[in-house]
């Protein structure tokens, strides 16, 4: 596998207060600068310069706004596991792309163990649900799909650990 030279080394080599910064942001992506450094105990500039780094070394992605599907109309949200013909690399490429260019496929992981990709959709409601699991069937080198469809949601956390 070759790596992708967007994703940080395992250890990136981060400071207690590079982490303090990634916590905050974690939290509130939509805090300023000047609060930033505040919460952090550190002056404006360096706290922007550290942010900077942060998002050149790509450990920073991106920011963005954790909408609500159920008031914008997505009431239903499944899982599905997805079995193909074969593993070659252009089978997996071609089925990947196809998943990505759906806009209600809203993550995509290729897998190992009991099939070789899963993903997250959103669905308008079950008719609309029955139609993505249908052409997801369809789809050309599909050998089996499993939906699970999602009654609660416990926990939903974004980012990961920084403790």
């Not at 071609?94 to 496929?105: G, I, N, R």
């Amino acid at each position: 596998m070759v790596p992708n030279p967007k994703t940080p080394a395992p250890d990136p080599g981060l400071d207690a207060l590079d982490r303090q910064i990634l916590a905050e942001l974690q939290a509130d992506g939509r805090i300023t600068n000047v609060e930033l450094a505040r919460r952090v105990n550190l002056s404006a500039p360096p706290c922007l310069r550290r942010l900077r780094r942060l998002e050149e070394e790509a450990i920073i992605r991106g920011y963005h706004a954790d909408l609500d599907p159920t008031a914008l109309g997505w009431e239903v949200m499944f899982f599905a596991l997805v079995g193909l013909e074969s593993q070659k690399q252009s089978v997996l490429d071609a089925f990947e792309a196809l998943a990505t260019s759906w806009p209600e496929v809203r993550e995509c992981h290729m897998i190992r163990g009991g099939g070789d990709f899963l993903l997250r959709l959103v669905a308008r409601n079950t008719a609309h649900e029955n139609e993505l699991t249908a052409r997801l069937t369809g789809a050309a080198n599909v050998l089996r799909v499993q939906t699970l469809q999602t009654i609660r949601t416990a926990k939903d956390a974004a980012g990961v650990p920084l403790g």
